[in-house]
């Protein structure tokens, strides 16, 4: 089975430099000028806003929700953001957890892995048809991150009383002018050294080096973010595949996608198709996962010797795979649901029916 399952992003791009500027919508959020009388949200409606999110992630996902939730999505709704029920989930990969809208549709939700390890974090990613964007590993990395970004753009300066309107927690994860008495002059690189990886921050430092033509650089960087910095996603080996391919390195570029194949292929941050084509791949890989999903496929695994209830996740897995092609969950959510049942795992098979 391939690495514990988690997510992938439409973003198709045709060069690493214009893939790297085109950062998740997410991350393109801004507070802006609005007047802090219509953005302070009281405690009171802090606690409603997520008690609701709260809940399902304890009752419904069973799993431990971010201590510092509420104040992650206060501040997005801060950045304009329309709290959405968790419960929104038709159409959308049956794994996330749905926090809030932007204006333009991008979707911020929480992640459940469906076979986490204990004490593992549920990252913070942004929903598209063919899978998740990873914005951050957790809550509090994604909190830190935007504090960062808005001190160096001087609102939380001009607001500091408006901030003062949440809970107190964010100040125990950033200290309002930390970034300017830092004495790094970019944003990306205080946040790369002082808060932790970022994958579109990893992507667009390769694209800078490519840009100056530092080819070598761009490989490093490329080589660094495939260094299980982010286990379980595919993202980083295929950007890896996109760099080798514009140095012009084809026969390494083919076997990094190749690699990246071997993911999950909502992880990898762009349309299967995307990937396959840097492979040289047709439809050998789904003809493969069709074969593995016939009766026939799975009796082969289990006179192999693999336990029945790994040959129902392996099951779950390939079933996600397909559906991420052309983000057709909808039509896998009831056998994927079952495969979990089959593997003893009722809570996910329930978590992964659940809509409002």
Same mark, same amino acid.
């Given at each position: ?8 992003? +439409? ?15 997410? &991350? ?22 997520? &008690? ?103 609102? &939380? ?33 205080? &946040? ?80 299967? /198709? ?14 493969? +996962?069709?074969? /593995? ?31 991420? +092609? ?25 978590? +992964?029916?659940?809509?409002?």
């Amino acid at each position: 089975m391939r690495n514990g399952g988690v997510l992938m992003a +439409i973003r198709g791009v045709t060069s690493v430099a214009s893939m790297a500027s085109s950062v998740p919508s997410s &991350l393109l959020r801004q507070f802006g000028n609005k007047s802090s009388s219509s953005c302070v949200v009281s405690s009171s409606a802090s606690a409603s806003i997520s &008690l609701d999110h709260i809940s399902f992630i304890r009752d419904v996902a069973v799993a431990k929700p971010p201590d510092n939730l509420s104040s992650m999505m206060n501040i997005l709704q801060m950045q304009g953001e329309s709290i959405i029920s968790p419960g929104a989930r038709k159409g959308l990969i049956p794994l996330v957890i749905p926090l809030t809208e932007s204006p333009s549709g991008a979707l911020t939700a929480l992640l459940r892995w469906p076979t986490a390890l204990p004490g593992m974090e549920m990252p913070v990613v942004e929903v598209h048809k063919n899978g998740v964007w990873l914005l951050a590993k957790n809550v509090d990395q994604y909190i830190q991150r935007i504090l960062v970004e808005e001190d160096a753009r001087g609102f &939380l300066k001009n607001n500091e009383k408006l901030l003062d309107s949440f809970s107190d927690s964010y100040r125990d994860l950033y200290k309002f002018g930390d970034f300017i008495e830092s004495h790094i002059t970019d944003v990306d690189t205080y &946040l790369l050294s002082k808060v932790g990886l970022f994958p579109d921050l990893i992507e667009r430092k390769a694209a800078k080096y490519m840009k100056k033509g530092d080819d070598v650089l761009a490989l490093v960087a490329g080589e660094f973010y495939t260094k299980n910095h982010f286990p379980g996603f595919g993202r980083p080996f295929v950007f890896n595949a996109e760099i080798l391919l514009e140095v012009g390195r084809k026969p390494e570029a083919k076997d990094a996608a190749r690699g990246a194949l071997k993911s999950p292929w909502w992880t990898l941050g762009c349309n299967y /198709k995307d990937v396959a084509n840097i492979a040289e791949w047709d439809d050998e890989q789904i003809e493969y +996962i069709k074969e /593995k999903l016939t009766k026939e496929g799975k009796q082969e695994d289990l006179k192999k010797g693999k336990a029945p209830a790994q040959v129902a996740l392996d099951e779950a897995a390939f079933l996600l795979d397909l559906a991420s +092609i052309e983000g057709t969950w909808n039509d896998v959510n009831e056998r994927i649901s079952q495969c979990y049942i089959e593997a003893g795992v009722d809570d996910i098979a329930k978590f +992964i029916l659940y809509r409002d």
